[in-house]
């Protein structure tokens, strides 16, 4: 039994230090917005008819997008450069609370090589040659930094920033962080399963969100989502 005990602390030990960079780092009420595929948490108390909420990656799940805009009637600013995803918005019957551009996030304004799921039934392409995707299937697709975006759309600050962008996070939260764009509450989704080292690009993510002033207040059960916020934005 001793034994067995042992083994299970070690074990312990060991997925606590690989994760110890995810840890809470302020307590505030947050909601679970959308299913359990599509969804993060997000700080309703921060949230209302006014606010401006920015979705990066939308697949064929907007049940996050919805859920916000029931919850609080505010507009949704949705990308996905993904022709599948594309396909789909065009067919769903959304209110005029919903915005649907064809455009990807990026760290540059350029057109790139779009990689397409190995996977046909699958949605997610990404602009990072990883795993999942099949580097004989591309499509160029238009990509664009934050602050072009919000130039283009008028908006000086962004109260939600969601991002599910398969990879391509690491380059734009730096991005993001260069360029001193406004935003209040940061929901992303980590892919560092992506990468050989990915557990050490997440860290350091983490990292440099923290020392702009950006608190973890709500991590998912899959270790994954992880939703940041700056309170004097």
Same mark, same amino acid.
């Given at each position: 039994m001793?034994?067995?005990k042992?083994?299970?602390?070690k074990?312990y030990?060991k997925?606590?230090?690989? %994760?110890?960079?995810?840890?809470?780092?302020?307590?505030?009420? !947050?909601?679970? %917005? =959308?299913?359990?595929y599509? =969804?993060?948490?997000?700080?309703?108390?921060?949230?209302n008819?006014k606010?401006?909420?920015y979705?990066f990656?939308?697949g064929?799940d907007?049940?996050?997008?919805?859920?916000?805009? *029931?919850?609080h /009637?505010? !507009?949704?600013?949705?990308f996905?450069?993904?022709? @599948?995803?594309? *396909?789909?918005?065009?067919?769903?019957?959304?209110?005029?609370k919903? !915005?649907?551009?064809?455009?990807?996030?990026? /760290?540059r304004?350029?057109?790139?090589?779009? %990689?397409?799921p190995q996977?046909?039934d699958?949605v997610?392409g990404?602009?990072?040659?990883?795993? *999942?995707?099949?580097?004989? @299937?591309k499509?160029?697709v238009?990509?664009?930094s934050?602050?072009?975006?919000?130039?283009e759309? =008028?908006? @000086?600050?962004?109260?939600?920033?969601?991002?599910?962008i398969?990879g391509?996070? %690491?380059?734009?939260i730096?991005?993001?962080?260069?360029?001193?764009?406004s935003?209040?509450?940061?929901l992303?989704?980590?892919?560092?399963?992506?990468?050989?080292?990915g557990?050490?690009?997440?860290?350091?993510?983490?990292?440099?969100?923290? *020392? @702009? =002033?950006?608190?973890?207040f709500?991590i998912?059960?899959?270790?994954?989502e992880?939703?940041?916020?700056?309170?004097?934005?």
């Amino acid at each position: 039994m001793t034994g067995i005990k042992s083994t299970i602390r070690k074990c312990y030990l060991k997925i606590k230090a690989k %994760y110890s960079h995810i840890e809470l780092g302020l307590k505030c009420d !947050h909601i679970w %917005y =959308g299913n359990t595929y599509g =969804g993060f948490y997000a700080a309703p108390e921060l949230i209302n008819e006014k606010s401006v909420v920015y979705s990066f990656g939308i697949g064929e799940d907007i049940s996050f997008d919805k859920a916000l805009t *029931n919850d609080h /009637n505010c !507009h949704i600013f949705c990308f996905d450069p993904t022709p @599948k995803s594309i *396909n789909w918005i065009k067919r769903q019957e959304l209110n005029d609370k919903f !915005h649907f551009y064809e455009c990807g996030l990026c /760290n540059r304004n350029e057109f790139v090589d779009f %990689y397409l799921p190995q996977n046909a039934d699958h949605v997610s392409g990404s602009a990072i040659v990883q795993k *999942n995707v099949d580097v004989n @299937k591309k499509v160029k697709v238009e990509m664009k930094s934050l602050s072009r975006i919000m130039n283009e759309l =008028g908006h @000086k600050h962004i109260d939600v920033l969601k991002m599910d962008i398969e990879g391509s996070e %690491y380059d734009v939260i730096e991005n993001i962080l260069d360029e001193k764009v406004s935003v209040t509450q940061i929901l992303v989704e980590f892919h560092d399963r992506f990468f050989k080292n990915g557990t050490a690009k997440t860290r350091q993510a983490i990292d440099k969100l923290k *020392n @702009k =002033g950006y608190k973890i207040f709500a991590i998912s059960d899959s270790l994954e989502e992880i939703s940041f916020i700056k309170l004097n934005s």
